[in-house]
């Protein structure tokens, strides 16, 4: 069974979801995001930054059925959505978007463990506070993680992939729900072997 990273396309607009861009401010975090980001490295937990609630004026100028935010959270459509909880229903979770009816937050339901030693990633310049790391490159060797049984795979490594200012969520799936998303003609995203 092969495996691949849904590896998702460039987009034409800027799309923020924790932060906001205006010409007037740059690029900032959210207000209700501040008292989470760490005084050193000033990430936050994306996870508890969901949880705390997405903006009414989170809206998302693209196409796409799937998509990479800029603050590195994976959006998808109601058409990827309907994929995705007929082939693998139990391994995701969606949170909607209050001010987009038109896409939601993809989330596993629990990210798959994943061996640092064995996952032949570099780790780069961690934060003297909170110990996340400013940079990682590459992804996770398939053998360094503990893939659940089955024939639908679809799962999110528990080791974070941080970029300078957050952490992307990268998906990984089986031969199966990659041929589902080819099927249903998912747009926004590239298959790599992993
Ligand atoms: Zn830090």
Same mark, same amino acid.
């Given at each position: 069974?092969?495996?691949?990273?849904?590896?998702?396309?460039?987009?034409?607009?800027?799309?923020?979801?924790?932060?906001?861009?205006?010409?007037?401010?740059?690029?900032?975090?959210?207000?209700?995001?501040?008292?989470?980001?760490?005084?050193?490295?000033?990430?936050?937990?994306?996870?508890?930054?969901?949880?705390?609630?997405?903006?009414?004026?989170?809206?998302?100028?693209?196409?796409?059925?799937?998509?990479?935010?800029?603050?590195?959270?994976?959006?998808?459509?109601?058409?990827?959505?309907?994929?995705?909880?007929?082939?693998?229903?139990?391994?995701? /979770?969606?949170?909607? &978007?209050?001010?987009?009816?038109?896409?939601?937050? #993809?989330?596993?339901? *629990?990210? $798959?463990?994943?061996? @640092?030693?064995?996952?032949?990633?570099?780790?780069?310049?961690?934060?003297?506070?909170?110990?996340?790391? /400013?940079?990682?490159? &590459?992804?996770?060797?398939?053998?360094?993680?503990? #893939?659940?049984?089955? *024939?639908? $795979?679809?799962?999110? @490594?528990?080791?974070?992939?941080?970029?300078?200012?957050?952490?992307?969520?990268?998906?990984?799936?089986?031969?199966?729900?990659?041929?589902?998303?080819?099927?249903?003609?998912?747009?926004?995203?590239?298959?790599?072997?992993?």
């Amino acid at each position: 069974m092969n495996h691949y990273w849904l590896s998702p396309k460039d987009q034409r607009h800027n799309i923020w979801i924790f932060y906001t861009e205006s010409m007037e401010t740059g690029i900032r975090l959210r207000e209700q995001y501040v008292p989470l980001q760490c005084a050193e490295c000033k990430k936050y937990d994306e996870l508890a930054a969901i949880e705390l609630g997405i903006s009414p004026d989170v809206k998302i100028r693209s196409k796409s059925d799937y998509l990479m935010s800029d603050d590195g959270l994976i959006c998808v459509s109601e058409a990827a959505q309907k994929v995705l909880l007929e082939v693998c229903p139990t391994s995701v /979770r969606f949170v909607p &978007l209050p001010g987009d009816s038109r896409y939601s937050i #993809l989330l596993p339901t *629990s990210f $798959v463990p994943t061996d @640092p030693a064995k996952s032949h990633m570099e780790f780069h310049r961690p934060c003297q506070r909170c110990g996340r790391f /400013r940079e990682t490159c &590459l992804s996770p060797a398939l053998a360094s993680m503990s #893939l659940p049984s089955g *024939s639908n $795979v679809f799962v999110c @490594p528990d080791l974070a992939i941080e970029g300078y200012r957050e952490r992307s969520f990268w998906f990984l799936a089986s031969e199966d729900v990659v041929s589902a998303f080819r099927a249903a003609r998912l747009s926004g995203v590239d298959f790599e072997p992993a």
